[in-house]
């Protein structure tokens, strides 16, 4: 199993473009989130999918958008990106509710 | 709403000694979940350790210890035998139980550093 893969590992936007994160687990699991980490901060939740065509906003959705059209994949839309998206961003996912959230590597955006 | 706070942004501990990475939480939840997770300097978030809100005794897991005082909202997470892969940020987080989802709320986190 690959877990919870993230693609790219970097990128640089100019102000104003738009890009699709990709996140995919091949672990069959339901639940999937998307978060972002500030410098010097824990992690705050974008967007969550509880199943495929099942989403919702989490604590910072602001600038975003998800689609969950299969199981497998969660990718997390920035339209019109501004400096203050500059971040890491984690794909996680989990089998259920009760159980511990696995981690993709990380992508980290950078807004100029 | 939930919180979490740790309030110690960095620890120092000689290799072979334990040390304790503290947590508190605040929530009115009766039921709610509580993590560790580990953050190495390549940025990776690893999972450590779960308590349950009604677990009976303190979760372990290897060298991980978790200190649970529930009265006390407290979570602290005890590393015993340190080494020096241990050195990195270490997140406190707490589990919503009673939306239904499981949305994780993170502490600052802590930097450990281990030395020789």
């Known amino acids: 199993n690959a877990g919870v893969t993230q693609t790219p590992k970097f990128r640089i936007l100019k102000i104003g473009q738009s890009m699709t994160l990709q996140c995919a687990q091949d672990?069959?699991?339901?639940?999937m989130y998307w978060y972002r980490q500030d410098p010097g901060m824990g992690l705050k939740l974008i967007y969550y999918s509880v199943g495929a065509g099942i989403t919702d906003k989490g604590e910072v959705p602001n600038g975003y958008n998800v689609s969950r059209s299969t199981t497998e994949d969660f990718p997390l839309r920035l339209e019109l990106a501004a400096p203050s998206q500059t971040s890491v961003y984690f794909c996680?996912?989990?089998?259920?509710?009760?159980?511990?959230?696995?981690f993709g590597p990380g992508t980290r955006l950078t807004v100029l | 709403a939930q919180k979490i706070t740790q309030t110690q942004p960095g620890m120092f501990v000689q290799e072979k000694e334990a040390v304790t990475l503290d947590c508190t939480y605040d929530?009115?939840?009766?039921?709610?979940?509580l993590f560790w997770y580990k953050q190495p300097s390549s940025g990776e978030m690893i999972f450590l350790i779960y308590q349950g809100s009604y677990d009976q005794q303190n979760a372990t897991e290897g060298r991980y210890s978790l200190n649970f005082q529930k009265a006390r909202k407290s979570a602290n997470l005890v590393i015993s035998a340190s080494q020096l892969g241990d050195s990195a940020m270490y997140f406190c987080?707490?589990?919503?139980?009673?939306?239904?989802?499981?949305?994780?709320?993170f502490g600052t986190g802590t930097r450990l550093l281990v030395s020789p």
């Open positions: 987080a707490m589990r919503d139980m009673n939306t239904g989802f499981q949305k994780l709320v």
């Open positions: 929530t009115s939840d009766p039921s709610y979940g």
């Open positions: 672990m069959n699991h339901n639940y």
């Open positions: 996680a996912s989990s089998s259920d509710r009760n159980n511990e959230q696995f």
